[in-house]
Structures are given as C-alpha cells and as structure tokens.
T-cell receptor
C-alpha cells in the first residue's frame, strides 16, 4: 500500500501568486488534514476534511482554502501568497481519531513552499 | 498556537545512552502522540497513549502520561545514531469528528557516535 503522497515536493512562487498543493491519503482513509510547519516550529493545523466535508479549520486567513474529492484526495489552495507563507505543508490521513484511536496519523513527506 | 512545550529544546547524548524528552500541554485530551521528523521532512508516528493510560512501551520507546500534571515523557533507550531527529508531542482533542492534532515545539535530539 502506498503511503500518503503529496505533490509537488518543492515549489517556488512569487508574492501575490496562487498555489495548489495536492494530497492522496492512504487507501481506506477518509479523513485528510493539512498542517503548516514554519522552520523551527511544530506543525500548525490548517484544515481537516472527512467524507468531503470540512470538519475543522485552524486559525488561518481566508486566503487558505481546501477541498476533498470523492476519491478522498485533497487540495490545499493559498491565494495572494505572502512571504510568511513560506513553509513545509504537510498532509495527514487517518482511519480513526479521538478516544477510539489506536494509531496515529500518517503524514506525507510534505511540500516545501518558498515565496519570494 | 502551540498546545504543548517540549523540554529540552535540544539534547545531545552519546550513542548507547538513554534520551528523555518531556512534553507539557494545556487542555484535556483524548490521547497524546509522539512523532519523529528527520531533516524537516514528513512526520513519522512513533507511539500513541490514550488519556486513560499511564505508560506504554514500543520497542526501545517508553511513554508516560500524567493527565493530572498535563505532561508526558518519551524515553528512548540504548540510543543509536539513526535516532538523530526532531521529536514532537501532539495532543488529540478530536470532538464530534472534528479531528485536530496540536503539536508542541519539538526537541532536537542529536546522537553522537
């Protein structure tokens, strides 16, 4: 089974541009989450989708949006890029979370976004 | 905002020694998880401990959880050079399907051969 796959691996964009990041979860996982990790810090929660519905949103501006497709893959979109959006964007999928969880999340290798 | 704080921020030990990292968090949780990250790439799940558990083992890893003190510790025994990485604790406060992991600031572990 393939793990969580993210594309592209690296991306360089100019301020003001728009970017789309993609994620394919592990087969059978219906929940996909997105995290932003700025250099030297822990990941910060951006969005969570389950069965194509947004279930959670972190403290990020409306320039950030996401969606989940019928095959459970997901896209993260960021508009009007700022220098501060430069970070590693991580996608995670899970089978079950919360008190009933037996396993942690499976993360992809991330997309390194650099805004210049 | 970060839920937790790891302590220490950085740790260097000789190969073969034990490494202990601590994590504190602020609110009630469903479970607490530890992850490893090599060279700023993806996170690898190490171990999950539920809020009603106090200790858990997995290979060379031992995790403790004290919900009264809102703290956890990760012990890596007989460290190896390959254990060099950043380690993060993450709390799961999933409620009504709203899944969210809140990460700490991380401990950078360096194993000296």
């Amino acid at each position: 089974d393939a793990g969580v796959t993210q594309s592209p691996t690296h991306l360089i964009k100019t301020r003001g541009q728009h970017v789309t990041l993609r994620c394919s979860p592990i087969s059978g996982h219906k929940s996909v989450s997105w995290y932003q990790q700025v250099l030297g810090q822990g990941p910060q929660f951006i969005f969570q989708y389950y069965e194509k519905e947004e279930r959670g949103r972190g403290n990020f501006p409306d320039r950030f949006s996401a969606r989940q497709f019928p095959n459970y893959s997901s896209e993260l979109n960021v508009n009007a890029l700022l220098l501060g959006d430069s970070a590693l964007y991580l996608c995670a999928s899970s089978l079950r979370a919360g008190f009933l969880a037996n396993y942690g999340y499976t993360f992809g290798s991330g997309t390194r976004l650099t805004v210049v | 905002s970060q839920q937790g704080e790891e302590d220490p921020q950085a740790l260097s030990i000789q190969e073969g020694e034990n490494a202990t990292m601590n994590c504190s968090y602020k609110t009630s949780i469903n479970n607490l998880q530890w992850y490893r990250q090599n060279s700023g790439r993806g996170l690898v799940h190490l171990i999950l401990i539920r809020s009603n558990e106090r200790e858990k083992h997995s290979g060379r890893l031992r995790v403790t959880l004290d919900t009264s003190k809102k703290s956890s510790s990760l012990l890596i025994t007989a460290s190896r050079a390959a254990d060099t990485a950043s380690y993060f604790c993450a709390t799961d406060r999933t409620n009504f399907g709203n899944e969210k992991l809140t990460f700490g600031t991380g401990t950078r572990l360096t194993i000296i051969p």
